[in-house]
């Protein structure tokens, strides 16, 4: 298991229609991402939790290419990953944020 951590700054404000927004499912191929509000001065965080070492890299970009489409406040995101690729991992990112505003009344 690896453990990334990312933190972005964000200018859109969101307002959650529950305590958190849950998103996928953790199965082989697959991952998961959760969505909660949190104090974090206006900044967004990203941990990700994944059984595939060494794609470092691969996630600075995809979480990176999300954070600048998305750049949610106080928001903090986590996935975990049972081996998605960065296709499955962006549509999952999005998918969480559609289903974040869907029920945000602001």
Known sequence: M???????AG????????DAVLV???ASGNLEILLEPAELDGAMTVRVVTAARGFG????AVIADFAQRHPLRDVRVSINDAGATPAVVSLRLDQAVETLLAGDLS
């Open 24 to 26: 996928g499912v953790l």
């Open 2 to 8: 690896e453990t990334l951590d990312y933190r972005f």
């Open 11 to 18: 200018t859109t404000p969101v307002r959650f229609p529950t």
């Open 57 to 60: 890299t691969v996630w600075q």
